[in-house]
């Protein structure tokens, strides 16, 4: 039993780190204009050496590699590792809570997509359109998989939240960006609007931290423009996979 265990683990990691060097392509060429639509192999950025299979291996080559091409040193983004190990961890975590079903694919897919999302938030304050589609396809198929929420509380969960961020943003300019109310939209079809309320306070709880110490040490001046995709992908996260336990708890608490 043991070394069974040891076995899918092992498999899921494999297979988690190479998706992440998959969505490592998708941060790197999606905010680019028809970088997609290249045929052209994996190349550094600075040689455009073409890369060779043994300095694509996830996380392994990093590591051999020191961080550097091989051809002219350029420095690799830390980015490329970590993207690759946080799905490696995802696959494990998946499996465990969700076992060998369909809901573990389900939740990876979007867990991953949600992780793409906050990297290239981060890095170009925006949230490409194709991704927040790929969100509202696993919403629909959450129809299905996860029928904890009926089709009302996913319909209502779409507008429960986006539409006061919309709100919000045409009362205050700039409040929030068109990503984060079309993404806020698509995940709340895919929890239904119990979860959605969830997700959003742990959301707001951990972009509020976040504003706080980065105006604190002067990264970040009062009023200007934060990113909040990756707070938005972190608690739907963690909603999609511990919702109704949280929910369940606080509930337990507010009845004594």
């Not at 590699?65 to 946080?86: D, F």
């Not at 929890?191 to 969830?198: E, K, M, S």
């Not at 707070?231 to 606080?250: E, H, K, R």
């Amino acid at each position: 039993m043991m070394y069974d265990l040891i076995t899918i683990y092992t498999f899921l990691v494999i297979v988690g780190a190479c998706i992440g060097s998959f969505i490592n392509v998708v941060i790197s060429r999606l905010p680019i204009k028809g970088a997609f639509l290249a045929s052209k192999r994996s190349r550094c950025l600075k040689c455009d050496k073409e890369l060779k299979p043994y300095d694509m291996i996830p996380i392994l080559s990093w590591l051999i590699l020191k961080g550097h091409c091989r051809n002219c040193k350029m420095k690799i983004p830390i980015q490329y590792p970590l993207v690759e190990l946080s799905c490696a961890l995802l696959a494990v975590v998946t499996f465990m809570r969700f076992g060998l079903s369909l809901e573990t694919i389900l939740a990876f897919g979007v867990t991953v997509t949600l992780l793409a999302i906050s990297v290239i938030d981060l890095q170009t304050s925006k949230i490409p359109n194709s991704l927040v589609i790929a969100i509202a396809v696993f919403a629909v198929a959450a129809i299905w998989f996860f029928p904890h929420a009926t089709l009302l509380e996913r319909v209502i969960g779409f507008f429960i939240i986006s539409i006061p961020l919309l709100i919000i943003t045409l009362v205050v300019n700039g409040a929030f960006g068109g990503g984060d109310i079309k993404l806020m939209a698509a995940c709340g079809f895919l929890l239904g609007w119990q979860d959605t309320l969830l997700a959003f306070f742990i959301a707001l709880l951990l972009g509020g931290v976040c504003a706080i110490f980065l105006i604190s040490t002067g990264k970040r001046a009062r009023g200007e423009h934060m990113v909040f995709g990756p707070a938005i992908s972190l608690g739907v996260a963690i909603s999609l996979f511990f919702g109704y336990d949280i929910i369940s708890w606080y509930l337990t608490l507010i009845t004594f």
